[in-house]
Each structure stands twice: as C-alpha cells, then as structure tokens.
C-alpha cells in the first residue's frame, strides 16, 4: 500500500520564526490532508489539498501530486501552533481509507 | 453545525469491564471512521460504515471489539471485555463522500487498569 512519511520528526522554534513541514507519499493521490493535533489531543483540519496551494491565514499548503510530495508552511509562528502535525493520504486498495503519516512534532517557545 | 461528537471524553474502567463509545457524526455525512491512536502505532482505521452499513473491519484489533451503526446519526464501540492494552485515544471521524474530506472528533481517552 501507499507509504506516507513525514519530516523532520521534531520541529522546534522560537516564536515569530517560519517553518516548512514535509510530506511525501510513494503514489499519485487523488487528494491529501493536513491536520494539527494540537496539545489537548483534538485534530483540527488544516487543508484537503488534492493539488496546487492553498493559504489559510498564517499556514499555507502545496502538494506536486506528480512529485508525490505536498509541503505546509507555517508563518510567524506562534506557542498556539505547537503540536503535531500529521498528513494522510487514501490509500491505493480503497481510497475511502486515509493513510497517516507519523507526524511532525512542532514546538513553539516564546 | 456542532461537528462530530464523542462521548465519554474520558473512560477509566478496570480488566474485563465492558466499555462503550459513542459517536455522532455530522448531518447528512455519509461515511463514518473509528480510529485508534496509540503511542507504539500512531492513528490506526478500526472499521468505517457507509450510509450505516460496515464497509471494512479489517483492522478492528480482536473479536472483543465490535461496532454499529443504527442509525445516520449514531454510531458505537464497543469493547468487551477491555483489557489495559486497549488503552487508548478512540477518535471517530466522519466524511460526506468516500475519499473525501474527513473530519474528527475530540476522541475518548480510554484507560484500562
């Protein structure tokens, strides 16, 4: 099946700094998301990002479909963006299914 | 709309206890998730329903757990009986289409002892 994998694994910054988190994926996608599962354990969508980019705010997404790899940038950063970020991609067998990656864990000192 | 809810937030239950999930998707999604996030195993798919009939259970862990789906807006599992390495975070995660976006709920931290 599809593998997703993420980097770095850990992320720490001092606040106001600017970040890029990666994805890569070892097959053409027909969508991808992003999601922060912030300290208290909730995920919260961040981008459905099949291609192209996509701004929301601080944090923007792309994702190069035919370069299988999609990169979520986070802007000035702030202490309320640590956490993890983590994306997931339909697998190839079914794609009602998601496939996470392990994550990258950000931390943000102020 | 309120999102999908879960609840108990927090279940702490003894070995061989039954334990049941609750879940409410959000209106007029069609596809429901349960997820299993560990420390040793990440988010892990469970099972996942389309329009309340189950589609894939391959990855529920052992017969000790099971799951339904009565209703559209109503979804349990349940775990009998639960044992300390079912401990966990049980998040439930609905999607208005197949391969399209999900989204989840705050998750029910289960502790075992």
């Known amino acids: 099946g599809i593998q997703v994998e993420q980097s770095p694994p850990d992320l720490i910054l001092q606040e106001g700094a600017n970040s890029t988190l990666r994805c890569n994926f070892s097959d053409s996608v027909n969508n991808l998301q992003w999601f922060h599962q912030n300290p208290w354990g909730q995920l919260i969508n961040l981008f459905y990002?099949?291609?192209g980019t996509k701004q929301n705010g601080r944090l923007s997404a792309t994702t190069v479909a035919t370069e299988r790899y999609s990169l979520l940038y986070i802007s000035s950063s702030q202490t309320t963006d640590s956490g993890v970020y983590f994306c997931?991609?339909?697998?190839?067998?079914?794609?009602?299914?998601?496939?996470f990656g392990t994550g990258t864990r950000l931390q943000v000192f102020p | 709309d309120a999102g999908v809810i879960q609840s108990p937030r927090h279940e702490v239950t003894e070995m061989g206890q039954e334990v049941t999930l609750r879940c409410k998707p959000i209106s007029g999604h069609d596809y429901l998730f349960w997820y299993r996030q560990t420390m040793m195993r990440g988010l892990e798919l469970l099972i996942y329903?389309?329009?309340?009939?189950?589609?894939?259970d391959s990855g529920m862990p052992e017969d000790r757990f099971s799951a339904k789906m009565p209703n559209a807006s109503f979804s349990t599992l349940k775990i009998q009986p639960s044992e300390p390495r079912d401990s966990a975070v049980y998040f439930c995660a609905s999607s208005p289409r197949g391969g399209d976006e999900q989204f989840f709920g705050p998750g029910t931290r289960l502790t075992v002892l």
């Open positions: 990002i099949p291609s």
């Open positions: 997931a991609a339909p697998a190839l067998y079914n794609t009602d299914k998601l496939i």
């Open positions: 329903f389309n329009n309340n009939v189950p589609i894939d």
